[in-house]
């Protein structure tokens, strides 16, 4: 069975501090991504990733970074957190050849 | 770029009703997804579809990837409260290659008692 795993299904940061979220599949997929969800906004694509220590910004990248050192975990970092980074995020891998994304639970991140 | 448009965005519905729901895209797909998120948790990934006119089943989910290639459908027979929760649809990637899915709005589904 495939299996995305977000290391946190709820957080609550304080505005300013580094957040690390984790994300490890074990299915060996290439691409992995990062999402986030909002009320009437739908998912919002923030990095992916094609390979170990490659990245590509999404369509909201700003105020995240991303890290891929190993080819199983995918982590997005807030690197000053805000609160209008509240929300729901969402990890997602799939292979180069198919289509199909699998998620993670995701993981709601309060900022106060 | 590429844009789905789902509809429709919330549906009440009676436990034992019968559910359909839709995706329109600005250009052709050659593959649709539907996936369904409950509260709280990750999107699930219910169905796909590679072929123009398929119609592929899941229990009682039923899905077809419409003839145009720019819309795909999904269907709920006999509707019971654990099918409620967001449907969304996804077709390939934008950018193709490695980029994320397109993905529609979702459709929220509401069962009363």
């Known amino acids: 069975d495939v299996k995305v795993t977000q290391s946190s299904r709820y957080l609550v940061k304080r505005t300013g501090e580094k957040v690390f979220l984790e994300c490890v599949q074990d299915?060996?997929?290439?691409?992995m991504f990062w999402y986030r969800q909002d009320p009437g906004l739908g998912l919002r694509l923030i990095y992916f990733?094609?390979?170990?220590?490659?990245?590509e910004k999404g369509d909201i990248p700003e105020g995240y970074s991303v890290s891929r050192e190993k080819k199983e975990r995918f982590s997005l970092i807030l690197e000053s957190a805000s609160t209008n980074q509240t929300s729901m995020y969402l990890c997602?891998?799939?292979?180069?050849?198919?289509?199909?994304?699998?998620f993670g639970q995701g993981t709601r991140l309060t900022v106060v | 770029g590429q844009q789905l448009n789902q509809s429709p965005q919330s549906m009440f519905i009676q436990e034992g009703e019968d559910v359909s729901m839709n995706c329109t895209s600005s250009?052709?797909?050659?593959?649709w997804l539907w996936y369904k998120q409950d509260p709280g948790e990750g999107p699930v990934l219910l169905i796909a579809?590679?072929?123009?006119?398929e119609l592929t089943s899941n229990g009682r989910l039923t899905a077809q990837f419409g003839i145009t290639r720019k819309d795909s459908f999904l269907n709920i027979s006999a509707s019971i409260p654990s099918d409620v929760g967001i449907y969304f649809c996804?077709?390939?990637?934008?950018?193709?290659?490695?980029?994320?899915?397109?993905f529609g709005k979702g459709t929220h589904l509401i069962i009363q008692p």
């Open positions: 990733s094609y390979d170990v220590k490659m990245k």
């Open positions: 997602a891998s799939r292979t180069s050849r198919n289509t199909e994304a699998f």
């Open positions: 299915m060996d997929h290439e691409n």
């Open positions: 996804a077709g390939p990637p934008r950018g193709g290659g490695a980029d994320g899915l397109t």
């Open positions: 250009s052709i797909f050659n593959t």
């Open positions: 579809l590679y072929k123009a006119g």
